[in-house]
């Protein structure tokens, strides 16, 4: 795998120096490439993680933080009509959304570890991470929109094409 390629090029001391750096607050930091790329590692790390594993449970059973009930209720009163099978990029990048998801996600500010962390999202919840399947979101961003896909049954083909098929 690519990132473990990277990550293996780091050495001991070069990873050691990037877990902290990633531990720092945003501000702490300009435009440093490498870590740029370690985040990215990260975002991908847990795309793929998350991906396996609704692939390997089904979704409507999966609980990914202690108040998904609450994500999803607060998500569906303030985007009904968001289409969370296939997202447009607009419905999470556009300046009129912007100023919707803003409030939205500040307001798990100390309730979701890590809430505006950057990660991946996909917009077609039918397909895997792909280059033109992918968003960078925040964590609140993903945790909604998720819970919402698990919920609602949008990730189950996921799972059923994944799962084994019995023979008969």
Same mark, same amino acid.
């Given at each position: 795998?690519a990132s473990?390629d990277?990550?293996?090029?780091?050495?001991?001391?070069?990873?050691?120096?990037?877990?902290?750096?990633?531990s720092?607050p945003a501000?702490?930091?300009g435009? =440093?490439?490498?870590?740029e790329v370690?985040?990215?590692? #990260?975002?991908?790390?847990?795309a &793929? !993680?998350?991906?396996?594993l609704i692939?390997?449970?089904?979704?409507k059973?999966?609980?990914l933080?202690?108040m998904?009930d609450?994500i999803?209720?607060i998500?569906?009163d303030?985007?009904k009509d968001? =289409?969370?099978?296939k997202l447009?990029?607009?419905?999470? #990048?556009s300046d009129?959304m912007? &100023? !919707?998801?803003?409030p939205?996600?500040?307001?798990?500010?100390g309730l979701?570890?890590?809430f505006n962390?950057?990660?991946?999202?996909?917009?077609?919840?039918?397909r895997d991470?792909?280059?033109?399947?992918?968003?960078?979101?925040?964590?609140?961003?993903f945790f909604?929109?998720?819970?919402?896909?698990?919920k609602?049954?949008?990730?189950?083909?996921?799972?059923?094409?994944?799962s084994?098929?019995?023979e008969?």
């Amino acid at each position: 795998m690519a990132s473990d390629d990277a990550l293996g090029s780091l050495g001991l001391q070069g990873a050691s120096t990037g877990a902290h750096a990633l531990s720092l607050p945003a501000d702490a930091y300009g435009n =440093d490439p490498q870590l740029e790329v370690m985040w990215a590692m #990260k975002a991908y790390n847990h795309a &793929e !993680v998350y991906f396996n594993l609704i692939s390997s449970v089904d979704p409507k059973f999966l609980k990914l933080t202690k108040m998904d009930d609450d994500i999803y209720k607060i998500f569906r009163d303030t985007f009904k009509d968001l =289409d969370i099978k296939k997202l447009n990029p607009d419905d999470l #990048k556009s300046d009129e959304m912007k &100023e !919707v998801w803003r409030p939205f996600c500040n307001q798990f500010q100390g309730l979701i570890e890590d809430f505006n962390y950057g990660t991946l999202l996909r917009l077609d919840c039918e397909r895997d991470y792909t280059e033109d399947n992918t968003i960078f979101a925040t964590r609140a961003q993903f945790f909604a929109v998720e819970i919402a896909r698990n919920k609602e049954g949008c990730n189950d083909v996921v799972f059923t094409s994944k799962s084994p098929k019995c023979e008969s």
